[in-house]
């Protein structure tokens, strides 16, 4: 029995020595992968539930590895948030995103919207807003094309904090979504002194209904919510017609999920957004 004991404590130290290991690993290639310019962006339609036309995108980060191959964000934002990279990267994407949405309406065509995730700590570098406001201009986009999503879970981490820094994108005239709204037990209150424009229904409460009554009834309400406090609202993680029907009936007329598309490459989107103007 001693012995199993020693082989388990050893095994353990084995797999804590092993992912300590490979975190140190995708660190370091991480670093080496900003210098090297291996992060892609790929972007998801947002569309008008009836008629399909194109109403935005959200810009997703991929990361292109020459050995590893296509990384997805799930494996490596929580590394670049505990890390501080997530500040570097987010700007990276910024950059590429909004390039490419200025390439898109130089060739006479009409992205309309961009939407990028950020994470609050970039709202607390002090350079930050300088940074977008020029990358702006640069690029010749305006702010009322961007839109910047922050998770509900962020935001409510400290409210009175949140409020003044979106009140500063506020008055660079770039809109705000609450993402993965739902999850992350939002106070009225706030809700109401927030300066945002937009939610975006959790995909979790979208992937069954109208089958499950009591997500049914969670997103009929989030939908009234955002009718009495005038904001916007968006449903992500579409996957079924019938859950568009259900979003469409119940005037949520924006959507983003699977059932019209994937996250895509340039390439792909510029056919997306031919086919959907
Ligand atoms: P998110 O912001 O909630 O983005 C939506 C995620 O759901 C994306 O995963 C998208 O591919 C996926 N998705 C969209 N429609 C459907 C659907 O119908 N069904 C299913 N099953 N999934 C769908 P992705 O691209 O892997 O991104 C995962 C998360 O990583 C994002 O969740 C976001 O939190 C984060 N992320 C991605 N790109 C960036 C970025 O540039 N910066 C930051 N800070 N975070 C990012
Ligand atoms: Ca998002
Ligand atoms: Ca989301
Ligand atoms: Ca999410």
Same mark, same amino acid.
């Given at each position: 029995?001693?012995?199993?004991?020693?082989?388990?404590?050893?095994?353990?130290?084995?797999?804590?020595?092993?992912?300590?290991?490979?975190?140190?690993?995708?660190?370091?290639?991480?670093?080496?992968?900003?210098?090297?310019?291996?992060?892609?962006?790929?972007?998801?339609?947002?569309?008008?539930?009836?008629?399909?036309?194109?109403?935005?995108?959200?810009?997703?980060?991929?990361?292109?590895?020459?050995?590893?191959?296509?990384?997805?964000?799930?494996?490596?934002?929580?590394?670049?948030?505990?890390?501080?990279?997530?500040?570097?990267?987010?700007?990276?994407?910024?950059?590429?995103?909004?390039?490419?949405?200025?390439?898109?309406?130089?060739?006479?065509?009409?992205?309309?919207?961009?939407? =990028?995730?950020? %994470?609050?700590?970039? #709202?607390? !570098?002090?350079?930050?807003?300088?940074? /977008?406001? &020029?990358?702006? +201009?640069? *690029?010749?986009?305006?702010?009322?094309?961007?839109?910047?999503?922050?998770?509900?879970?962020?935001?409510?981490?400290?409210?009175?904090?949140?409020?003044?820094?979106?009140?500063?994108?506020?008055?660079?005239?770039?809109?705000?979504?609450?993402?993965?709204?739902?999850?992350?037990?939002?106070?009225?209150?706030?809700?109401?002194?927030?300066?945002?424009?937009?939610?975006?229904?959790?995909?979790?409460?979208?992937?069954?209904?109208?089958?499950?009554?009591?997500?049914?009834? =969670?997103?009929? %309400?989030?939908?009234? #919510?955002? !009718?009495?406090?005038?904001?916007?609202? /968006?449903? &992500?993680?579409? +996957?079924? *017609?019938?859950?568009?029907?259900?979003?469409?009936?119940?005037?949520?007329?924006?959507?983003?999920?699977?059932?019209?598309?994937?996250?895509?490459?340039?390439?792909?989107?510029?056919?997306?957004?031919?086919?959907?103007?």
């Amino acid at each position: 029995a001693k012995q199993n004991t020693r082989d388990r404590y050893s095994f353990y130290d084995e797999e804590m020595t092993k992912k300590a290991y490979e975190r140190i690993f995708l660190e370091t290639e991480m670093r080496k992968a900003f210098e090297k310019d291996e992060f892609v962006v790929y972007f998801q339609p947002q569309v008008h539930a009836k008629t399909k036309i194109l109403t935005g995108m959200e810009a997703l980060v991929r990361w292109q590895h020459p050995d590893m191959g296509f990384i997805y964000p799930d494996r490596f934002i929580p590394l670049a948030e505990s890390t501080g990279m997530i500040i570097k990267l987010d700007r990276i994407v910024m950059k590429k995103a909004i390039s490419q949405f200025s390439r898109w309406k130089k060739s006479g065509l009409e992205p309309k919207k961009v939407s =990028i995730n950020l %994470t609050m700590t970039q #709202l607390a !570098e002090g350079d930050f807003y300088k940074f /977008i406001k &020029e990358l702006l +201009e640069y *690029e010749n986009v305006s702010a009322s094309e961007v839109e910047f999503e922050i998770t509900e879970r962020e935001i409510m981490g400290n409210p009175d904090a949140s409020i003044k820094a979106l009140e500063k994108l506020n008055e660079l005239g770039i809109s705000v979504a609450i993402d993965d709204f739902g999850t992350g037990y939002s106070s009225l209150t706030y809700l109401k002194r927030l300066p945002i424009n937009k939610l975006k229904i959790d995909k979790s409460f979208i992937d069954n209904i109208p089958k499950d009554l009591s997500d049914s009834a =969670i997103v009929k %309400t989030i939908i009234n #919510l955002c !009718e009495n406090l005038e904001l916007q609202v /968006i449903a &992500e993680g579409v +996957e079924e *017609e019938n859950q568009n029907d259900f979003l469409f009936e119940n005037n949520c007329e924006d959507i983003q999920g699977f059932l019209f598309s994937h996250p895509i490459n340039v390439k792909d989107m510029e056919e997306f957004i031919k086919k959907h103007t």
